[in-house]
């Protein structure tokens, strides 16, 4: 596996607008996104070209996938093999496929192909090209080069936001930073990526001609259009021998359509349609039958760049197929298709094969007495009609169905119904279903036959029934609930496992205890002593033990003669009145199962359930003070324990004059709790919200469940002063780390920045607290980290690019506590409050450009509210930013002009893992005049990883050495103080900000 970097930033601008925007900023050097290309025969260089050096190409795949491998991140299946559909192709014979599998995963998911060896690029390019047909699933297509001295860096073909918003061939480019040693490599080749979970995805891409781009070329990379087709998309026609036509049109400086190139295809049948000028027609030879039909065209222009067109109409007043019936059905009920024909007293006979999906549907034989699975056909009305086929195929999936001399039949409905197909829905069937017409074929009494064809008639699976799970941590009490559509409570529900590990029973240790064996040998190591009366999942016998499940989900072994075993049941028991079932048997171990209610011929939907571990005890671990309400007089603290313990205590009391906690100036207040679950783990959150308190008052306070069994130890913290006070805080950003050891540098580095602003308020974080959002692990790690210092110094937060990565989003509102005064969709990672003279607010630039949009106009109300002097706003990203391996991002367009325009004062920043203080800018532009303006402070690295960095004209300070950084800030009437230190104790910044009273 090879090693690559990840430097993640999500912007929504396109390629082009990212390329304008750092030309204006940084001038040459910056990002462009000229185009560029190769011959279409697939050559290795470009007649094309302007005057500079042609386009090399790098891969061309014409020897398959030879030389090549796949690799990936948080995946559940990637694949690379060579394609070589010609309708698929886009030079030559072959292209890459990539197909990749994303569902389920958390975090930032990749699918990969790179070269078994790095690819030697001549010269220094410009660009690396290539053409990528794509899912239209909004990925983010990357790829990674090495310098001359083998450090890896990351080049962008599309942003984050939207990433791939196409299908189909199209050819995109990634700038190469200049100034790299030579030479360079292609080192991963196509990396496609998704942060979200939410748009985690099953999907195939194809990746033709990559190629290195020295200049301009005069290439045709425009694909051409297909519109004005005709019959109209979705249209009715009576006319059935009506030509079908569409308008094809290419790039004004295009190379032109090739009319070698046109296909069409009517129903799924390959015809000859004609080109004349620029539009394709194909006039039938046979009337068209009755009903939907489809037509699919492609064309290419003479540089082979494609453009496809699909589009439905619908002819009437001609036999076709009819299908009719439902559209909806429950798992385990029945429901009815009808197959019927328009126009039946034309037709001397009719056939067809209906196709289906056999994990989810099954027919029900209408025939009993009859060999085989039938429909149930108008046999009555037939006379002397004959069916010739009527058999299903369950297995396959197919039901073939024909009959012949129609003009004989006594008589059909009105409605040319041929027969009915009874379907019976899959217990465990969920989501949609198709059921499609196909090889229909219709034959006329005048001895003419012709194709028919029907668009599929999608049935939506629902449950008549509701589960709900709670307490799936280990050796928890699990609930389950069983409700109708209507929201009640459903009794006598059955309550079984559709899918559980290899358990064969629940063994009970004897009196006494007994020892769990690594092997089943008495004499074998000891993983873990069993006590008296605990029960473990058993999975089978073997030599006189009998194998289980420990608590951790490792398996090992108990002398059988120690245990009483009870056989494992599928069925876990029945609601009780309330529609709930209790169980302890499921949470014994970390497994995973699949579960399912039914009552009757009711079911729910099945559910998975992964049983997780405890996190956290009894004694309050993970304690952390924020404000969500007002400074002054009230103060928030969240902390952790294990699921098991719901009762939430605070108690506190003045530090002035303090004799205990049972003394009676001691005050007792009580918070409440919720269970996070997590893949990793469960854990209780416990909040409490302290109000009434003194301003400019040290209080002591201890956490708790009210039992007096595990009681915190005493901290203390301090309301702000009633009146504007001169104040300072500590600024860090980007602690960002996968590991303890990375984040105890992240607390030495805070730690030294109170001794060094011993005075300081609250503790101020711009993002990426961690490595990976998704991971729980990191997130535990942080907070142990901080564990003595959050809990007596309040932290104030905003998301990074890595916090959101999986659920991270959620964790980040579960651990902190902020005001809920931001927009809709944005509580608690969007908000504002004041100390002293400052105002602040927290944005969220993780959110997405519709988010940023909205955000941005709630700031402006926002500050219209304040009478503050100082105006200080925190987000992650900078839209002003030192690092040359990533571009502009929304953050420049959306947040930069609105805090500019409001005259915010001060903008704290991270991302780029580089100190930096930026001129005062005002309308994009520094500001050396002596002007106002909005000064930017990109924070630095807390933690243990740098970036590259450039110092770019709109920068006055940028310290590049990799050593951490912290800044204190300390604010009153008369201005804004900023130091910046290293961990080492070096100063690294001191600038002052003043501005008229």
Do not use: C
Request: glycine content about 10%; hydrophobic content about 35%; proline content about 5%.
């Amino acid at each position: 596996m090879k090693n690559f970097v990840n430097f993640s930033f999500r912007s929504s601008l396109s390629l082009a607008m990212s390329v304008m925007m750092a030309a204006s900023l940084v001038g040459a050097g910056g990002l462009s996104a000229s185009a560029s290309a190769q011959d279409g025969a697939g050559g290795t260089s470009s007649p094309g070209t302007m005057g500079t050096k042609p386009p090399i190409v790098l891969a061309d795949f014409e020897n398959g996938i030879q030389g090549w491998s796949k690799d990936g991140a948080r995946y559940t299946s990637v694949s690379i093999s060579a394609e070589t559909d010609p309708d698929i192709v886009r030079f030559g014979s072959k292209s890459l496929k990539l197909e990749y599998d994303f569902t389920g995963q958390l975090g930032t998911s990749g699918a990969y192909a790179l070269p078994d060896e790095d690819i030697v690029i001549d010269g220094y390019p410009e660009k690396i090209g290539m053409w990528f047909y794509g899912a239209n699933d909004d990925h983010w297509i990357r790829a990674q080069l090495k310098d001359g001295e083998d450090k890896a860096f990351p080049i962008d073909f599309t942003s984050e936001d939207p990433g791939v918003d196409w299908t189909g061939w199209k050819y995109i480019e990634a700038a190469v930073p200049k100034g790299k040693p030579l030479p360079l490599k292609l080192d991963l080749a196509v990396r496609v990526m998704e942060p979200k979970d939410s748009k985690k995805n099953k999907a195939v891409v194809y990746v033709d001609n990559i190629r290195a781009v020295y200049g301009p070329t005069d290439d045709d990379l425009v694909n051409p259009t297909i519109d004005g087709v005709f019959p109209a998309d979705g249209s009715t026609t009576k006319a059935y021998l009506t030509p079908i036509r569409a308008a094809v049109k290419d790039d004004e400086n295009g190379s032109g359509i090739d009319p070698a190139s046109v296909r069409m295809k009517l129903d799924g049948e390959l015809v000859t349609p004609s080109l004349d000028g620029g539009t394709v027609t194909y006039t039938p030879g046979k009337p068209l039958a009755g009903g939907y039909h489809e037509v699919q065209l492609r064309v290419k222009d003479k540089f082979g760049n494609p453009a496809d067109k699909t589009w439905t109409f619908f002819v009437e007043g001609q036999p076709g197929f009819v299908i009719g019936g439902a559209v909806k059905a429950n798992a385990g009920s029945t429901f009815q298709v009808d197959l019927s024909v328009s126009q039946s007293s034309a037709l001397q006979g009719a056939q067809l094969r209906l196709l289906y999906d056999p994990n989810k549907l099954k027919v029900v034989d209408a025939e009993p007495k009859v060999d085989g699975i039938q429909a149930a056909a108008v046999h009555a009305r037939l006379g002397k009609a004959e069916l010739v086929a009527n058999q299903a195929d369950n297995n396959a999936g197919s039901l073939t169905f024909g009959i012949q001399d129609l003009p004989k039949a006594a008589s059909l409905p009105k409605d040319g119904k041929l027969a009915t197909v009874t379907f019976e829905v899959n217990s465990s069937a969920t989501g949609t279903t198709d059921i499609r017409l196909v090889d229909g074929l219709l034959q006329t009494r005048d001895g003419s036959s012709m194709p028919a064809f029907h668009l599929p008639q999608r049935i939506e699976l629902g449950h008549e029934l509701a589960l709900a799970i709670d307490g799936v941590y280990q050796e928890a009490e699990t609930t389950f609930k069983v409700t109708d559509a209507k929201g009640k409570p459903v009794k006598d529900t059955e309550i079984s496992l559709l899918a559980s590990p290899e358990v064969s029973h629940s063994a009970t240790v004897s009196d006494g205890g007994a020892p769990i064996r690594k092997a089943a040998d008495a004499s074998s190591e000891v993983l873990e002593e069993a006590a008296a009366g605990s029960v473990y999942l058993a999975t089978r016998e073997s030599n006189g033990f009998t194998e289980v499940y420990t608590r951790t989900g490792v398996k090992g072994w108990i002398a059988s003669g120690q245990l009483t075993l009870k056989p494992w049941q599928r069925t876990l028991g029945y609601t009780d009145k309330n529609g709930e079932l209790r169980s302890g048997l499921l949470t014994l171990a970390p497994l995973r199962y699949t579960i399912q209610a039914k009552s009757k011929s009711a079911y729910s939907a099945p559910m998975p359930v992964q049983i997780v571990s405890v996190k956290g005890s009894h004694t309050p671990e993970q304690v952390v003070l924020t404000w969500s309400d007002n400074p002054k007089t009230t103060q928030s603290i969240t902390w952790r324990t294990m699921p098991q313990v719901k009762d939430t205590v605070v108690q506190y009391a003045k530090a002035d004059g303090f004799a205990g906690f049972n003394s009676a100036p001691a005050v007792t207040v009580k918070g409440a709790s919720s269970t996070m679950l997590h893949t990793e783990g469960a854990m209780q959150i416990h909040t409490a919200l302290l109000t009434g308190l003194a301003p400019g008052t040290e209080y002591v306070y201890r956490v708790g469940d009210g039992s007096g069994e595990a009681w915190s130890k005493e901290h203390t913290f301090r309301t702000e002063a009633d009146t504007a006070q001169p104040f300072s805080f500590l600024f860090v950003s980007d602690s960002q780390s996968d590991k303890k050891e990375g984040f105890d540098i992240h607390r030495d580095v805070v730690s030294k920045g109170l001794e060094r602003f011993p005075d300081a308020r609250f503790l101020l974080h711009t993002g990426d607290f961690v490595e990976d959002g998704a991971k729980l692990i990191q997130w535990e790690q942080y907070m142990a980290s901080m564990q003595n210092i959050g809990s007596k110094l309040p932290i104030v937060g905003t998301l990074g690019n890595h916090d959101v990565y999986g659920d991270g989003e959620d964790v980040f509102r579960q651990l902190f506590q902020f005001p809920e005064n931001g927009p809709e969709g944005e509580k608690e990672w969007v908000y504002s409050f004041d100390y002293g003279d400052a105002h602040f607010a927290v944005l969220n630039s993780e959110a997405g450009t519709d988010s940023m949009a909205k955000q941005a106009a709630w700031l402006k109300e926002d500050m219209a509210k304040t009478g503050e002097k100082w105006k200080i706003v925190l987000f992650h990203r900078a839209p002003y930013f030192s690092n040359n391996m990533r571009g502009p991002d929304s953050t420049l367009t959306l947040f930069a002009p609105v805090v500019e325009e409001l005259g915010v004062d001060l903008v704290l920043v991270g991302h780029d893992h580089a100190y930096a203080r930026t001129y005062p800018m005002k309308d994009g532009k520094p500001v050396t005049s002596g002007e106002s303006g909005t000064l930017y402070l990109i924070g630095g690295s807390s933690g243990p990883k740098f970036y590259p960095e450039t110092k770019y004209p709109y920068l006055d300070v940028l310290y590049g050495e990799d050593i951490q950084v912290y800044t204190g800030i300390q604010v009153d009437e008369s201005g804004i103080r900023i130091e910046a230190w290293n961990r080492n104790g070096q100063l690294v910044d001191r600038h002052t900000m003043t501005k008229a009273k």
